[in-house]
């Protein structure tokens, strides 16, 4: 079984250290919604999704001085283990300077906008 948000994770991750401009993978929803709220916090630069059929998801990188935008990625609910919080335990990532991505019954959002709406869900990924 193959985990799609920790393969757009690494993918990130490795691309970020290669210093590439672009990373594409193959395309599936959840990514994409993930993919996009990166951009809306300002992780990445863009979010494209090309394709008749077999779609492929193409992100582009955020670099300031050859220094990646994004520091650091962790996958917090992994398909062996689900990480879910409700509303009131939605984490902080380092005291409000990272970003937590949550799958919400609204659909992929920041915990900061979880809390606003006041919904729980499951923890996807904290990204700082």
Known sequence: MT??????LT??????RALLKEVE???SRLKENVARVLVQEGYLAGCQ???EGRKTLHLTLKY???????TGLKRISKPGLR???GATEVPR???????AVLSTSRGVMTGREARKA????????HVW
Do not use: Q, S
């Open 118 to 125: 006041n919904l729980g869900g499951e923890v996807l990924c």
């Open 64 to 70: 300031t001085a050859r220094r990646g935008a994004v």
């Open 49 to 51: 999704v090309t394709g």
């Open 11 to 16: 993918r990130i991750r490795n691309a970020n």
């Open 93 to 99: 990532v380092l005291a409000g300077l990272g970003v």
């Open 3 to 8: 985990d799609p948000i920790a393969d757009l």
């Open 83 to 85: 990480h879910y919080v």
């Open 25 to 27: 993978m193959p395309h």
